[in-house]
Nanobody, 128 residues
Framework: QVLLAQSGGGSVQAGGSLRLSCYGN????????MAWYRQTPGKEREGLAT???????NYADSVKDRFTVSRDNAKNTLYLEMNNLQPEDTAMYYC??????????????????????WGQGTQVTVSS
């Protein structure tokens, strides 16, 4: 059974930091591209950061220079380090996994429909 289990998140004041984790099980984690998204009520899911199987990363302009995505394949875990958080970062955050026809995944995609598996979501709330 495929599992993407998220942890971390919570409440923080503006300027603070948080780290999200996403543990994958039940699939070949090392071969998948991974991503972080977020969503607020009434808005579309927003792609934040992606990392492929060789560690190449890509970021949305809204979080570039503040957020850092990384993966530890030995632990089947994806991370999102979030610094200088602002109230507009308040959202439900999701991790996601994408494969490419069973081969190792390279490159980046913001198309959420291309992601095979999703985490359960974790709330991040930033107060001013």
């Amino acid at each position: 059974q495929v599992l993407l289990a998220q942890s971390g998140g919570g409440s923080v004041q503006a300027g603070g930091s948080l780290r999200l984790s996403c543990y994958g099980n039940g699939f070949s984690y090392f071969g998948y591209c991974m991503a972080w998204y977020r969503q607020t009520p009434g808005k579309e899911r927003e792609g934040l950061a992606t990392v492929d199987t060789v560690g190449s990363t890509n970021y949305a302009d809204s979080v570039k220079d503040r957020f850092t995505v990384s993966r530890d394949n030995a632990k089947n875990t994806l991370y999102l380090e979030m610094n200088n958080l602002q109230p507009e970062d308040t959202a439900m955050y999701y991790c996601a996994a994408r494969s490419v026809r069973g081969d190792l995944c390279y490159g980046h995609s913001w198309w959420s429909v291309e992601y095979n598996f999703w985490g359960q979501g974790t709330q991040v709330t930033v107060s001013s």
